[in-house]
């Protein structure tokens, strides 16, 4: 059974940090991108970060430049998502997905349509 479980979502003050994990299974994820999605009430998705299945290639969103990182582990099963300067706007459900089938310079990285599998998500709510 393919899974993708995020953690590490909370509530945390403007300025501060947190570090979300997405532990999968059912598949090799090593093989895959891996990406960050995020979203609030009443918006699309939006593409936060991804990484190839390497780990050599990341890239991100324009409004987390510079503040989020994103790596995988050395067995590339797990995907992290660390994230400082924490903003208000900021606050959403944060989704990480998987990308079996192209690499990460095809260039599709930031369209939710490319990810086959996605995770429920884990809520990160920044005050003000």
């Known amino acids: 059974q393919v899974q993708l479980v995020e953690s590490g979502g909370g509530l945390v003050q403007a300025g501060g940090s947190l570090t979300l994990s997405c532990a999968t299974s059912g598949r090799t994820f090593s093989r895959y991108v891996m990406a960050w999605f995020r979203q609030t009430p009443g918006k699309e998705r939006e593409f936060v970060a991804a990484i190839s299945a390497g780990g050599s290639l990341r890239y991100y969103g324009d409004s987390v430049k510079g503040r989020f990182t994103i790596s995988r582990d050395s067995a590339g099963n797990t995907a992290y998502l660390q994230m400082i300067s924490l903003k208000p706007e900021d606050t959403a459900v944060y989704f990480c997905?998987?990308?079996?089938?192209?690499?990460?310079?095809?260039?599709?990285?930031?369209?939710?349509?490319?990810?086959?599998?996605w995770g429920q998500g884990t809520q990160v709510t920044v005050s003000s």
């Open positions: 997905a998987a990308d079996p089938s192209r690499p990460i310079n095809s260039g599709t990285y930031y369209y939710t349509a490319t990810y086959d599998y």
